[in-house]
């Protein structure tokens, strides 16, 4: 049986440093059917030069007028539109992947209900050194799915298919919804994808456990802003979905209203939070005060209490809670 070709998508812009990096983190993969289609933004350093003295049929090269950030669906959708490949992995020009990625994630769609898979990464920084990990879900074993009305709820609170470096989605999900998404925010192109995704097509999405990519962390990223307007963004692309989703579709996440209540009170945690690293304690008040207002679970409640209180005294009692919880986890594990 045939194994599915893989389109890899990277999208560039003035990345000479890194983007040869990135191609050959994909030349370096144990599993070969995969096809590289770097989609250049216009750079005016060498990075297109640098990508077309690849001699590898599998990677391709595709130029396109600078555009910026507010275009970047428009060209991963120019990418999927000369593409090949039964599933899509995002791979930026400033990233890499391990050897082992695609060996490991592409046997997660052998299950027809599997529509996206994602896992660990490490963050690294301009000189590949290892800086961390970024992990945003806790996983029930070494896989954990659920459905993609759980993974939907999830969205409308918190990103966590992040970052997209270790993210593979089915083709046919793409397709159905029309390609990528953006929903007018520089900061957010695959958010607004996996929203629909999730919300449209009943399936399942799955973690698995294992460091799948490497997300590069250096001061000339475009990508990089404040968590408040982070914050703002991601209620927008939310909001936006929740409004051109069917009353079927809406009833199978759960209700329309209570999703859009708990979307906005996520919003204001989110904002507060980002206030109250600022010290902007008067602000993050306000959006705690919102937060409390809205909120529709007790978690969210809680937060919203803490996060007051927190900007009363000038302290962050929250993020010290869940300090000394993941303290305690891991005096219990040792």
Not at 54 to 59: L, N, S
């Amino acid at each position: 049986m045939p194994r599915p070709l893989v389109t890899i998508v990277t999208p560039t812009y003035n990345q000479e440093r890194f983007v040869a990096a990135c191609i050959e983190s994909a030349l370096a993969q144990r599993y070969e059917a995969w096809e590289q289609i770097v989609v250049d933004d216009g750079s005016d350093d060498r990075t297109a030069e640098i990508v077309a003295s690849y001699g590898d049929p599998r990677v391709r090269l595709l130029r396109l007028p600078h555009r910026g950030l507010g275009a970047l669906a428009e060209s991963y959708n120019a990418a999927l539109a000369t593409s090949r490949g039964e599933l899509v992995g995002i791979l930026e020009g400033d990233d890499r992947w391990p050897a082992d990625k695609l060996e490991r994630q592409v046997p997660l769609f052998e299950d027809p209900r599997t529509l996206l898979t994602w896992g660990r990464a490490t963050t690294i920084d301009e000189r590949g050194e290892r800086l961390g990990e970024r992990r945003a879900v806790n996983g029930r074993g070494r896989r954990t799915a659920f459905d993609t009305a759980e993974a939907f709820r999830r969205l409308t609170r918190s990103n966590f298919l992040t970052p997209s470096v270790t993210v593979m989605v089915r083709r046919a999900a793409l397709d159905r919804i029309g390609g990528f998404v953006q929903t007018g925010s520089a900061l957010y192109v695959d958010l607004p994808t996996w929203l629909r995704i999730t919300a449209e097509i009943p399936g399942q999405v799955e973690f698995l456990d294992e460091i799948l990519g490497e997300y590069r962390v250096h001061p000339s990223q475009t990508t990089r802003a404040a968590g408040g307007e982070m914050a703002r963004q991601h209620l927008e692309a939310v909001l936006r979905t929740l409004d051109r989703l069917e009353p079927a579709q809406l009833e199978r996440m759960g209700g329309g209203d209570a999703l859009r209540r708990r979307a906005v009170a996520r919003g204001a945690l989110a904002k507060g939070e980002a206030l109250l690293a600022a010290k902007a304690y008067r602000d993050a008040r306000a959006a705690f005060r919102e937060a409390l207002r809205r909120c529709a679970d007790l978690p969210d409640c809680l937060l919203a209490i803490g996060g007051i209180g927190s900007a009363l005294l000038h302290t962050d009692l929250v993020r010290r809670a869940f300090s000394v919880r993941e303290r305690l986890q891991r005096l219990r594990r040792s």
